[in-house]
C-alpha cells in the first residue's frame, strides 16, 4: 500500500505493480478491461511526470550538498544539475506518451465487447490452451539454462513430466487456466513441438508449458454467447485466484497456493461497470 509519505517505499510499490500489471496483461481473456486499464496507466503516467519533476528539483536544491566519492563538491554539484536536466527532459518526453495514452483511451472507449455468437444445435469445436504449469525464480532459472544448452524441445520434454493428463486438464479447467490462444508477453520465446507450447523469458525469468485442449460444445440457442475462456470452465463456482500444485509423485496434488498474480478488485478510481463490454 502506498505511504504518501515515504518516497522511497512508494517507489518500490510502483515499481512492483508495475510488474505484477506487466504478467498478469501477457492475455487479457476480457478485452472490456482495457478501457480501465489504460485509464490507470494514463494516471501513473502523469503522476510520475510529476515525480520526475520533483525528483528534478531535489537535485537542484540539494547541489551543495553533492560531492563525488572525493569529496569534490564542484563535480558532485555539477553531477547534479546535469542528473536535473536528464529529468526534465525524461519528463517532457512522458508529455508526448500522455497524449498518446489518451487518444488510445479514446479509441478503446467507442468500442463495443461482443463475445461470438453460434447457431442455434450447431457442434461447435473448440481449440484451447490449457496451462500445464508456470515456473519462476530458481526453478525458472534451471529450464532457462537447459534451453541454453541443450535446446527448448529439450525443455519441453522434461516439463512434461508436469503434464499428467486428465488431472491436469481438470485442474485448468476448475481454475480458469485456460486461452483461446496462448497467453505470450511481448517479450517472451515460443517454441511448439506437437500438442505442447513452451513459453520463457530470460529477461522476467518464468518459464510456461501449455498444452492444446479441443472441446466439443453445442449450442442451444441461436442467441448463446460463447463460453466465457477464463472464470466459470467447468464449474459454476467463480474463479478463486488460486493453482493447484502437482507433486513429483504422479496424481498427487496438494492444496490450492494462492495466486499472486490473480487479478485484484477493481480500482475505486474506475468502477467495474465502466467500459462497453456488455
Known amino acids: 500500500m502506498p505511504t504518501y509519505t515515504d518516497p522511497r517505499r512508494d517507489a518500490t510499490e510502483a515499481s512492483e505493480a508495475l510488474r505484477g500489471l506487466a504478467h498478469a496483461s501477457r492475455a487479457m481473456a476480457h478485452p472490456a478491461d482495457t478501457y480501465p486499464i489504460l485509464g490507470e496507466l494514463l494516471a501513473g503516467v502523469r503522476s510520475l511526470r510529476q515525480s520526475l519533476d ?20 564542484t563535480i558532485g554539484a555539477s553531477e547534479a544539475l546535469a542528473a536535473a536536466d536528464d529529468l526534465h527532459q525524461a519528463g517532457t518526453m512522458l508529455d508526448s506518451v500522455g497524449k498518446r495514452l489518451d487518444a488510445a483511451m479514446t479509441h478503446s472507449g467507442r468500442i463495443a465487447w461482443r463475445p461470438a455468437h453460434t447457431v442455434a444445435g450447431q457442434d461447435q469445436i473448440e481449440q484451447r490452451w490449457i496451462s500445464v504449469v508456470f515456473l519462476q525464480g530458481d526453478e ?3 529450464i532457462l539454462d537447459l534451453v541454453d544448452r541443450d535446446g527448448p524441445e529439450a525443455a ?56 492444446r ?23 459454476s463456482q467463480p474463479h478463486t485466484g488460486t493453482t493447484a500444485t502437482w507433486s513429483r509423485d ?11 498474480f490473480a487479478p485484484a478488485r477493481p480500482s475505486a478510481a474506475w468502477p467495474a461497470e465502466w467500459g462497453l463490454g456488455r
Not at 460444445?217 to 466459470?232: H, I, K, R
Request: charged content about 25%; proline content about 4%.
Open 140 to 142: 525458472a532459472d534451471q
Open 156 to 211: 519441453i520434454e522434461h516439463l512434461k513430466g508436469f503434464d499428467y493428463g486428465e488431472e491436469t486438464t481438470d485442474a485448468a479447467l476448475l481454475n480458469g487456466y485456460v486461452y483461446d490462444t496462448p497467453p505470450a508477453g511481448a517479450l517472451d520465446s515460443e517454441t511448439i513441438e506437437g500438442d505442447y507450447l513452451l513459453l520463457y523469458n530470460h529477461q522476467l525469468g518464468h518459464v510456461s508449458l501449455l498444452r
Open 250 to 260: 504422479r496424481g498427487a496434488v496438494r492444496e490450492p497456493e494462492t495466486d499472486w
Open 54 to 73: 520533483q525528483l528534478a528539483t531535489a537535485h537542484l536544491t540539494h547541489r551543495r550538498d553533492a560531492h563525488d566519492d572525493s569529496g569534490d563538491q
Open 213 to 235: 485442449y479441443t472441446s466439443e460444445t453445442v449450442e442451444e440457442e441461436s442467441t448463446a454467447l460463447a463460453p466465457d475462456p477464463l472464470g466459470s470452465i467447468g464449474t
